[in-house]
Every structure is written in structure tokens, then in C-alpha cells.
């Protein structure tokens, strides 16, 4: 009866251990699956966050273009414009680019039409040089051509 008694107790022992490791595997199991989902939803969103990054990217670079090009829409290039020696060149050469667009060209623009003249490229010793006007209607621009 001793016998049984013992048998009996450690088959209750061996129970008890084979359910404590059971469960503890079961809990670090778990454990590892959940560690490893979480790992592989960051992953997930950390590929995600580099797409939407790089897309940012091209977006703006798109949109930086397209006001590089909306800028340079109402801009128009003279070629041979008398080179001005007047100590005030930039006045000289809104003056000599109006005579040119009234005159030769007869547009009919006026000063307030222009936003900026200036030179094309390094001052030299030539009698001309190429000036670009940028003026502030696009469709003064259109006439012109």
C-alpha cells in the first residue's frame, strides 16, 4: 500500500511537472509568436514609411519643377541687344529692350509689363549680348511670338 501510495504521489508529481512545463512552453511560445508578429508588422510599416518617403520625394521634386517652368513661361530672350555703357546699365537695357518690343517687334508693352531684365551670360567685349526679359502677363509673352 506504501508502494501504491508512492506511485501514486510521484505519477501526481510527474503530472504536476509535465503541466507546469506544458503551460510554461505554451506561455513562451505564445510569447515568440506574438515577438515575432509585432517584428514582422514593424517591418511591414517601416517598408511602408520608406515608400510614402520616397514618393514625398518625387512629389516635391515634380512640384519644384513645374514652378521652375511656371517662372520661366512669361520670360522671352532678345538676341543682339546693344551692349548699354551708360553707368546705369540696367536702366539702359529696360530702355533699349521697350524700344525693341515697341518698335521692332510692336508689341506695345510698357515698362510696368516688365518684371526683371537682365543679361545672358558673362559682359564681354561684343557690341551685343543677349538679354531675357521676364515680363509679368504670360500673354504679353504669347504676342510677342
Same mark, same amino acid.
Given at each position: 500500500?506504501?508502494?501504491?501510495?508512492?506511485?501514486?504521489?510521484?505519477?501526481?508529481?510527474?503530472?504536476?511537472?509535465?503541466?507546469?512545463?506544458?503551460?510554461?512552453?505554451?506561455?513562451?511560445?505564445?510569447?515568440?509568436?506574438?515577438?515575432?508578429?509585432?517584428?514582422?508588422?514593424?517591418?511591414?510599416?517601416?517598408?511602408?514609411?520608406?515608400?510614402?518617403?520616397?514618393?514625398?520625394?518625387?512629389?516635391?521634386?515634380?512640384?519644384? /519643377?513645374?514652378?521652375?517652368?511656371?517662372?520661366? !513661361?512669361?520670360?522671352?530672350?532678345?538676341? $543682339?541687344?546693344? =551692349? %548699354? #555703357? +551708360?553707368?546705369?546699365?540696367?536702366?539702359?537695357?529696360?530702355?533699349?529692350?521697350?524700344?525693341?518690343?515697341?518698335?521692332?517687334?510692336?508689341?506695345?508693352?510698357? /515698362?510696368?509689363?516688365?518684371?526683371?531684365?537682365? !543679361?545672358?551670360?558673362?559682359?564681354?567685349? $561684343?557690341?551685343? =549680348? %543677349? #538679354? +531675357?526679359?521676364?515680363?509679368?502677363?504670360?500673354?504679353?509673352?504669347?504676342?510677342?511670338?
Amino acid at each position: 500500500m506504501k508502494q501504491e501510495m508512492n506511485s501514486h504521489a510521484l505519477k501526481t508529481e510527474v503530472k504536476a511537472t509535465v503541466k507546469e512545463e506544458t503551460e510554461e512552453d505554451e506561455i513562451v511560445s505564445l510569447a515568440d509568436i506574438m515577438k515575432a508578429e509585432m517584428e514582422k508588422s514593424l517591418g511591414s510599416m517601416t517598408t511602408e514609411i520608406q515608400s510614402v518617403r520616397c514618393d514625398l520625394h518625387k512629389t516635391r521634386a515634380e512640384a519644384e /519643377e513645374r514652378r521652375h517652368k511656371e517662372s520661366r !513661361r512669361s520670360n522671352v530672350i532678345l538676341y $543682339n541687344v546693344p =551692349e %548699354s #555703357k +551708360a553707368d546705369d546699365r540696367n536702366k539702359d537695357d529696360v530702355t533699349a529692350c521697350l524700344r525693341l518690343c515697341n518698335k521692332g517687334i510692336q508689341v506695345g508693352i510698357s /515698362e510696368e509689363d516688365l518684371i526683371q531684365v537682365f !543679361r545672358l551670360g558673362k559682359l564681354d567685349s $561684343n557690341e551685343t =549680348e %543677349s #538679354k +531675357a526679359i521676364n515680363l509679368n502677363r504670360e500673354r504679353t509673352c504669347v504676342d510677342m511670338i
